[in-house]
């Protein structure tokens, strides 16, 4: 079993899985990064998994395709960025050869985002990250992407660790800190991204459990006080999630 990373652009991350000879490469957003992770462990990839279409994941896919002659997996809902070879929206477990994934749909960042959780590990895109949520500026919808924390993410295990598809974790947690000054896993999950970049190295991956300690997108229903005392609305935690999204897009730090 292998699984790595590796970041490309400012903030991107590429993941490789392999079970044997069996690898997929989720969102090579950067081809030659993604090339370079899979020979890294003398691996050729036979499968493409993209969290979504934006450019920034899907934007090396062609250029792997080619040298690779891989097959190209996502949701079909983001048809307007890319076209995979196989639609993911109504897949549950999914057979990679030797690799055995869960797809989990989660619209709401893009119509057509999934979640991919394999040998526990949740990979995320940009529907969850440490310690925020994807924004819905660029063909998401905020009450689609709550449906989604509040009837997808909600229900899994703990015990995931957290691969999202950027490190945003020290532009997300002092949002977080902003609305709840006490939450010392906030405050944790900060010091600690800050001190791995102090030693150039990635940040470790949080776990569920972590998120749902720290991540205001992962506690809209303790945040609705806060909210309410903000004036805004907030009657259940669908609402909450929403109104946390509309503050975090206005927050300037
Ligand atoms: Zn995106």
Known sequence: MIFDRRRYGKDNYVYLLADGADAALVDPGDAAAALALASAHGLRPRFVLHTHGHPDHTGGTAEVVRQLGARVLGGGGDARWYRPDEDLAGAGELALGALRLRVHPAPGHTPGSVLYAWEGRLLTGDTLFWGGAGNCRHGGDPARLAE???????????????????????????????????????????????????????PAATTLADERAANPFLRAEELRPELLRRGLPCRDAREAFVALRGLRDAWRG
């Open 148 to 202: 989604t924390f509040l009837g997808v993410v909600a229900p899994l295990d703990g015990g995931l660790r957290v691969y999202p598809g950027h490190d945003y974790a020290e532009a997300n947690l002092p949002f977080a800190l902003d609305l709840e000054p006490g939450n010392a896993a906030a405050r944790a999950q900060l010091e600690a991204a800050r001190a791995a970049r102090a030693r150039g190295e990635e």
